[in-house]
């Protein structure tokens, strides 16, 4: 429901939502392992974006010490980073859910 609507009662918090508005929602991304080289983090984050790719979602290679990981996020609710990392898994990329 909108702010503007005839009942005038607030909409009930989407799923995935804190109730506590103080506190943010949690939200997922899938992470590869850590990779040896920037040149395969490369090659992985291309792959990644290329199957998960659309409006709102991000891929981006992060350091780990002295290797690398991909990570796509933010998935809002569970459900959608394993649906992400089983389509992912289905090309024969390993990668994990992780809330943040």
């Given amino acids: 429901a909108s702010a503007g609507s005839a009942a ?3 909409a009930p918090p989407a799923a995935g939502a804190s109730a506590d508005a103080g506190t943010p929602a949690p939200a997922y991304a899938v992470s590869t392992r850590a990779l ?7 090659q ?3 792959a990644m974006a290329a199957l998960l790719g659309g409006p709102g ?5 992060l350091p780990q010490g002295d290797d690398w990981r991909v990570a796509s996020w933010p998935f809002a609710r569970s459900e959608e980073a394993e649906k992400a990392r089983a389509l992912l898994a289905s090309r024969g990329m390993r ?3 992780v809330a943040f």
């Fill in 8 to 10: 005038g009662r607030a």
């Fill in 36 to 42: 040896r080289t920037h040149a395969e983090a490369e």
């Fill in 44 to 46: 992985v984050m291309a």
């Fill in 57 to 61: 979602v991000r891929t981006e290679i």
């Fill in 95 to 97: 990668v994990q859910v």
